[in-house]
């Protein structure tokens, strides 16, 4: 009896599974569909779980970035002297001047968005969808802190998705002001330059709260390219920089006409 129970049993789940197989084979884009659902939530799952945390930065500072990682690599491989140049400084020493022109720059609804600005996303891909290149960037200054952090520069879909959802965590966990302390002590601003605070000694030799408007918008000018512009430059594309940010600071009410004129004389 018992044999004839497991041999019933067994029986049963064979025809079971054929009867699976055949409905499988029967329905394809069904199977396909179940196959790519499965996929895209394998996907998901393992993106989520590898994302950094982030709570941390609530109370500590990073001891380094990624993009100092590289910076270090890259010259080790081209064997080239190289030293990093960052100093923390605490948020009182970063004069409101400074982070009115950062935010004009990089990231004007900062104090609106969650991490991500999808208007100046769909704005950006458009752009550079005509353009045929990279035209314009859509890159929050949550998203470029995600970037410098944690990430490479490389440009890939994936890197981008996951520069999103860091700068969503980011976001969740920090209030902004810690977000902009922490983006204005480890932005890159030349070659092994990194923070405002030691970009202010590198380029000019002295602190930020000792620097001229003219002084502080070049060194936010820079932001964009810190590899192939300095501060010191009288170069077109510098001279535009500082004028579009001291312009947008004059729409804002952060410059008054006599401060934004001066800064054109001092150009």
Known sequence: MVFMAMKLRINLVRRNQRNRRAFLFRH???????????????GAAWLYLSLPRVEFLNQRHP??????????????????????????TAWEHFPPFLQRAVVASEDAAFYSHEGVDLFELKESLKKNLQAGKKARGGSTITMQLARNLFLSPRKSLL???????????????????????????????????????????????RPLVELTPTQTLRLVAVLPKPLRVT????????????????????????????QRARIEDDL
């Not at 394809?28 to 394998?42: C, F, N, R, T, Y």
């Not at 590289?70 to 064997?79: D, F, G, I, T």
């Open 28 to 42: 394809p884009l069904l199977s396909l569909g179940i196959l790519v659902l499965a996929g895209l939530l394998a």
């Open 63 to 88: 001891r380094t970035t990624a993009l100092m990682n590289l910076r270090v690599r890259q010259a080790k491989e081209e064997s080239k002297p190289f030293a990093i140049q960052q100093k923390w």
């Open 159 to 205: 890197r981008k998705l996951r520069e999103i959802l860091i700068a969503r965590r980011l976001e969740a966990a920090l209030s902004k002001q810690r977000i902009l302390h922490l983006y204005l002590n480890v932005v890159e601003l030349g070659r092994g330059v990194f923070g405002f605070p030691a970009s202010s000694r590198r380029f000019f030799g």
């Open 231 to 258: 501060p010191l430059s009288n170069s077109r594309y510098l001279q535009w920089r500082v004028r579009l940010v001291a312009d947008r600071m004059l729409q804002r009410g952060h410059l008054t006409a006599e």
